[in-house]
């Protein structure tokens, strides 16, 4: 694999930097390329380069070998051999909607009135100057799937960003897949069982989704008799639309991608049962901590799963959990994504979920992957992040020493080739800084 990795580097240094279409970044950055020299790149893809050199430019990775120029007007870092890898993707992250410090005033991650809210949208509750983003990109993640909590069955449609911007629309990434979140189990009977409504157990749960899926199925056939029947007739009734079900719909053609939080074996197989019931994919089940019991269950059926390293017993659904978890998923052939759920875990410490997990027996690239590679191609931006290869977007992240050392934060982080932590500064906390009016020690004028 090594040997095929290097042989394709050539191919890739012939290629003319110029080329290399741009990407989109936020107003205010660094637009210089950059040469990254004489380092020791982590590519995520399996493959470790030794002294080997990394060209941004336009946003992404322009070329990747030894011995590269610097394009015209490039800013040349000489690494000495620190470590170089992809930018860390969280694949479940609440940042900006439950920003820090917390409390009630921005507390916006679930719409709790409701057990089925699948047309609620964490854009509209993400906060740009959450202060914890910053954090998060001093601990080198770059890209987050922002997902509404776990309260209800059906929760909200998610958010992808890129962790450098002043606005969500700076933040946000263009082009990326739609995805949803739902939650299995504990959550939302706790939630709606105090409140005596459905579900209040499990029975209910799963009766819920199988009435909100059936109502959006049937309009789904209504649409589709519509397109063949009606839509080139002028005297037709509008075509058949609900918003509150559109989300729905669009999961049945496969248009969504389904993100769930689920812990449990037996909601591990309500889920699936349900799935193969309506005809619809899931991406990857979260939490997950019961997922080594059932690896060829979730590898048939091609899911993902997004987990903790050692997460243990904080309530009845983790109590059989694993540390062995993660590389028996791994082994199985299972794609394995390691994540926060930040604040759960502080985003900023997320490369220390792949330290322990590599402890615990993962292979240090395969524990790497876990927080790179993997969750990028579970979120659909594989194609386009999560690994260092040229045409890929520029987030690459320097370590001074191991990234599996306790305590390791990052030298550098680049997202879409611009510097945003390096020499002493970080930008996206200068920026939200920057964004909040001194009024004060309590923030308010008084």
Known sequence: MVRRFLIACACWVAAAIGAVPAVARPPDADQRPTLLRNGTLWTATGAVLQQADLVM????????????????????LDLGGKIVTPGLVDMHSHLGVYPAPHGRAKSDGNEMTAPLTPFVRAIDA????????????????????????????????ALYVKLFGKTVAHMQIA??????????????KRVYGERTMMPMARLGHAWLMRQRLAEARDLKDQQARWDRDSKDDPKAAPRP??????????????EVSLQVH?????????????????????????????????????????????????LWGFKMEAYDASVWGPKIL????????????????????????????????????????????????????G????????????????????????????????????????DGANLQAAWSTDARPNHGVCGCGH
């Open 383 to 422: 194609d386009r992040i999560g690994t260092l290869e040229p045409n890929k977007e520029a987030d690459v992240v320097v370590w001074p020493g191991s990234p599996f050392a306790i305590g390791a934060q990052p030298e550098r982080v680049f997202i879409d080739g611009a510097q945003v932590v390096g």
């Open 241 to 254: 639309n609900r918003a509150d079900l559109e989300p729905l719909v669009a999961l049945l053609r496969g």
């Open 126 to 157: 993400f906060d740009p100057e959450d202060i914890a983003i910053a954090r998060a990109v001093g601990g080198g993640v770059t890209t987050a799937l922002i997902l509404p909590g776990s309260g209800n069955v059906m929760g909200g449609q």
């Open 57 to 76: 430019q336009a946003g992404r990775i322009a070329a990747v070998g030894k011995g590269l120029a610097a394009p015209a007007g490039a800013r040349v």
């Open 262 to 310: 689920c812990y449990e074996v037996h909601d591990i197989e309500t889920l699936l049962r349900v799935a193969e019931e309506f005809n619809f994919k899931v991406a990857a089940i979260h939490h997950a901590l019961e997922a080594w019991k059932v690896p060829q269950l979730l590898k048939e059926r091609k899911v993902a799963v997004a987990t903790f390293s050692d």
């Open 175 to 188: 082009g990326a897949p739609r995805a949803m979140k739902w939650a299995m189990g504990e959550n939302p």
């Open 330 to 381: 791994e082994e199985a052939g299972v794609r394995l994504a390691l994540k926060t759920d930040h604040p759960v875990i502080d985003a900023r410490w997320f490369i220390f979920e792949a330290a322990k997990s590599h402890h615990y027996g993962l292979s240090e690239q395969a524990a790497l992957q876990a927080v790179t590679r993997n969750p990028a191609q579970a979120i659909g931006l």
